[in-house]
């Protein structure tokens, strides 16, 4: 069964589903991990996410949105528990910060980079074209590319960024 399927039938109270979804969904966010060192500790990071996801009341009816949603609770626990490479807790505090001035560039870059999802799933995911999310992509990276610049970064950290 689809995670998109599984996830239909969770938001329609189906537990069984819900625990179905654990397996898919903690492979599905291994290999959108950012870097092996995360790859590498990923079990419990996934565990947690998937756990605060659970208990949410969201209605979840494809796979892109539950990743979006997935990349926001993996920034916000990098940011609570400051765990994972230092990279990661600089580009979850740089979304942050950019989410006070312009929320859904901050939304893309996060499901860009902490989700894997592509243009095109995060424009489906926003509701905006591939025309207005490609626009966007490039903007946020390029403040992003700004942003990183006042840290100690390489350019080499964010290859899809440089």
Not at 35 to 49: C, I, K, M, N, S
Not at 131 to 145: D, F, G, N, P, Y
């Amino acid at each position: 069964m689809t995670v998109s399927a599984l996830l239909q039938r969770w938001t329609q109270g189906d537990e069984v589903a819900r625990d179905q979804l654990m397996p898919l969904i903690y492979e599905t966010l291994r290999e959108v991990a950012l870097v092996p060192q995360a790859r590498d500790d990923f079990g419990a990071l996934a565990y947690e996410v998937y756990s605060r996801l659970v208990r949410t009341d969201m209605s979840w009816g494809e796979r892109v949105h539950f990743l979006a949603a997935a990349a926001r609770a993996i920034r916000c626990l990098l940011l609570d528990h400051l765990r994972g490479p230092a990279h990661l807790v600089c580009l979850a505090r740089a979304c942050r910060k950019l989410s006070v001035s312009d929320p859904r560039k901050a939304e893309l870059l996060e499901m860009l980079y902490f989700a894997g999802l592509t243009l095109e799933e995060c424009g489906f995911s926003l509701g905006i074209s591939t025309t207005t999310v490609h626009r966007e992509a490039t903007e946020a990276k390029a403040w992003l590319r700004r942003e990183l610049a006042t840290h100690t970064l390489s350019s080499e950290v964010f290859p899809k960024v440089a």
